[in-house]
């Protein structure tokens, strides 16, 4: 396995590689979550690529690019074990000029960014969508795995895709989850341990929800109002009801319902996201 802090590195071995190319696009501080998506891309595809890059222009001021988790060293052993034939994980130097206020971005329409994490983090999928054209562009790859515990992030690359005709294939994985149903995230590194108790009420706030729907429940106030009893304790962001293939809000749920949860816990203020297709 090669680990590639550079451009000009990455683009001469790309030019070497045989066969298909899997990208796994990742922030590091890997953990299953990410590793499924990696065992996936290598079962796939003949080369691997798992970039491993904290990107700034993705972050909001107020938000945890400083303290996000790095530890290239244990990701890189993950990846080894894994069968990757390289990691890429450039310094910020490498990808972006000094002034990131002249850079070329892409910016997916209102429409799909004005909503839910897009909302909340003005620019985020801006800084998303642009990182990951770079990626397309540098890794020529034929395959890209994303998780489908980041929903809009997906259906928003999906779209840009779709939009500007890059030639390659977009593949969604299963969320990963702990054994009592905590989404896996970097981000869980964050909580205490207190957190880490009151952080279970969002998937458990979704497996019940979907647990309702089950039993002919559809009215979203009936399904909400059970969510935000179970969540009590958390400041929750937004929850809402969209369909999976317009990722349009939806008034009541149905079999194409993904319910979106973003809530932080008290403690450590940690902000996570999880959601749950019905
Ligand atoms: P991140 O490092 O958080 O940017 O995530 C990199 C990729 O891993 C994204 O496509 C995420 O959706 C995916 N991912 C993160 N957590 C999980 C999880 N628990 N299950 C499945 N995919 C995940």
Known sequence: MKIIDNIKELK???KNLKGSIGLVPTMGALHNGHKSLIDRAVNENDNVVVSIFVNPIQFGINEDLDKYPRQLNLDCE?????????????KVSEMYDDDKNN?????PPYSVVD????KSRPGHFDGVCSVVAKLFNLTKANRAYFGQKD????FIIQKMVKDLNFDIEIIPCPIVREADNLALSSRNKYLSENDRKLALTISQSLFNAKKMFQEGIKQKRA???ACLKLMEQLDVEYIEFVDKNT???????????IILIAARVPETNT???DNINL
């Open 12 to 14: 001469n071995e790309i």
């Open 78 to 90: 993950l990846c080894q074990k894994a069968g990757v034939k390289i990691v890429f994980a450039p």
């Open 103 to 107: 850079l070329t971005l892409i910016c």
């Open 115 to 118: 909503k839910l994490c897009g």
């Open 151 to 154: 929903a809009q992030q997906l």
């Open 223 to 225: 399904i909400i109002d």
């Open 247 to 257: 990722f349009e809000f939806q008034d009541e749920a149905n079999e194409n319902t």
């Open 271 to 273: 902000r996570l996201i």
